[in-house]
């Protein structure tokens, strides 16, 4: 097939999930799930009409998965409008913490003692499949500024923050990969203060002063010259520049773009309190700024004040970054299902298995005691822990970075399987144990 085909069967499938994507939504299978399928359908299992090794390609898959991570994560933060004191962002934390180390490491004895893989090997599949994934969670995340839900609040904080512990995990595997023996004190400390404490808190710094400058400023300049014009431009740069600087810096570029989202919503609950408004407020708490608006009357403002000039920054970034993350989403997880039949590995099934159904509910239960959820939630984020995107960006990155060989490709196969697994399985049954739950709820 050449370019013109293929654009056309893109065209085709678009069309085909917009018209469709009521009766999508009315089934047991996610949307994403379906992307999958499409690309097993295309791959070489059944029609044979294209073939893409992402290992082959490691460092395209890296980048792209980059992007549609930093786009989530900015989002993801954007959205929660919570103070920090509300117990969703213990639980968050807490999930993001000691919840993941547990769970990296009880897939790390279970990799080494069922799987035959070295220490480091299996540590390294700990670090890529422990992490939650912060795009395909879309139906358990934090739907926008006015969810107040707590499990929603810490999945979301959760997909946010684990890559902060994931990645440096990984990090320490390849340090032992590399070593002919243990590696070095003088190695572990520069692991310690670079991958875990710079990385960590110059990420979240420059991100979050990134978001909250750039947002006040932004502001300023668009009230100052009446300007209100559609700005999509502005969540771009947010991403970009939290995202690249924090990387060129040595710092968690994902945890960066988390903050940044967090920061511009920051931004926009400070002007709210320097120039409040009655009008716009609902029990007393002023509504989101970008609920106040109207995008597509933006010259009709009977008045023009800074609320009006930031509720329509923050819709404009809500808007493009929810177009960035769809589009990339729907492309990476159409590939994972091209690439499954030259990864497809069974010994990841009993990973997956022991890590869906005993080492992260384990965990969640073992570190949320304190946090003040009901035993239901604690037993549903136990569970509810999709993986995705952020596995696919660790393999790529794994492998870029020189774990090479006959036991790490083993070791791939059955992460990108789990992979595929957690997306059919959890996607499945996310819908109806929503729907349980609000029924539990009402």
Known sequence: MDFMSWTAVAGMLLLLFSLSLGWINRTPVTIFGLYLLVGIAF??????????????????????????????????????????????????????????????????????????????????????????????????????????????????????????????????ALLFFKADDVPAMAEIAHWFSVEVLWSLIAGTIIGFLLGRGVGLIATHFRYSQSEFSPNDFLALALIALSFSITMMLGASGFL?????????????????????????????????????????????????????????????ALTFGDIVERLFAAAIVIVLGITLAQ????????????????????????????????????????????????????????????????EVSFMLDCALTLVVASVLIHGISVTPLMSLRKKWQD
């Open 43 to 172: 791959g070489p299992w059944v029609l044979n009409l294209i073939n893409i090794d992402i290992i082959k390609y490691s460092t395209i898959i890296a980048h792209c998965t980059e992007i549609a991570m930093a786009a989530s994560l900015f989002m993801t933060g954007l959205k929660i409008r919570l103070p920090f004191s509300a117990y969703g962002w213990k639980m968050g934390v807490m999930l993001a913490g000691p919840a993941m180390i547990v769970t990296v490491l009880g897939v790390m004895v279970a990799g080494h003692y069922l799987l035959d893989l070295s220490w480091p090997v299996a540590l390294a599949l700990g670090a890529i499949v422990a992490p939650t994934d912060p795009v395909l969670a879309s139906l358990i995340s934090i739907s926008d500024s006015r969810d107040s839900d707590s499990l929603r609040l810490s999945l979301s904080t959760e997909a946010g923050l684990n890559d902060g512990t994931a990645l440096p995990l990984l990090a320490l």
């Open 256 to 316: 960066a773009a988390f903050a940044a989202g967090i920061g511009l919503r920051g931004a926009e609950l400070k002007i709210q309190r320097r120039f409040p408004d009655e009008r716009h407020e609902e029990d007393g708490v002023a509504l989101p700024a970008e609920l106040m608006v109207n995008p597509h009357q933006r010259h009709g403002f009977p008045e023009v004040n800074r609320v009006q000039s930031v509720g329509l920054g923050v819709g404009d």
């Open 343 to 406: 990864h497809w590995q069974p010994a990841g099934l009993l990973i997956a298995a022991l890590l869906f159904i005993l080492i992260r509910p384990a965990a969640v239960w073992l570190f949320t005691g304190r946090c003040g959820a009901s035993t239901s939630q604690r037993l549903m984020i136990g569970w509810l822990g999709i993986r995705g995107i952020g596995s696919l960006n660790y393999i790529a990155w794994a492998w870029t970075h020189g774990m090479r060989g006959d």
